[in-house]
């Protein structure tokens, strides 16, 4: 039995009421919500640029005060090299 297009597809009626459900469109957050996300782009980046030590990406400190010392380390060292960028 072979089904007509009418049947095939929904009702543009139907259409347009589940056209709410599709994820991925944007929600507004407000003005708040909106600052913070500005803000966790920054942390973002941030760890992006310390996930490039090879020491600190892959732990390879044993003692906790040791991988603190180099995740400080190389963060001044980031903030330094960024700083002089701005700079010039």
């Keep these: ?17 589940h056209r709410k ?12 919500q909106k600052r913070r996300y500005r803000g966790r782009n920054v942390v973002e980046r941030c760890f992006n640029r310390l996930k490039q030590w ?4 892959m732990r390879t400190d044993k003692l906790a005060r040791n991988y603190r010392a180099a995740i400080c380390l190389s963060a001044t060292l980031i903030w330094i090299k960024t700083d002089s960028i701005n700079t010039a």
């Design 54 to 57: 090879r020491g600190i990406a």
């Design 21 to 32: 459900k599709k994820p991925g469109r944007p929600i507004d957050f407000g003005e708040e």
């Design 1 to 17: 039995m072979e089904q007509t297009r009418s049947t095939r597809f929904s009702s543009r009626d139907n259409q347009i009421a």
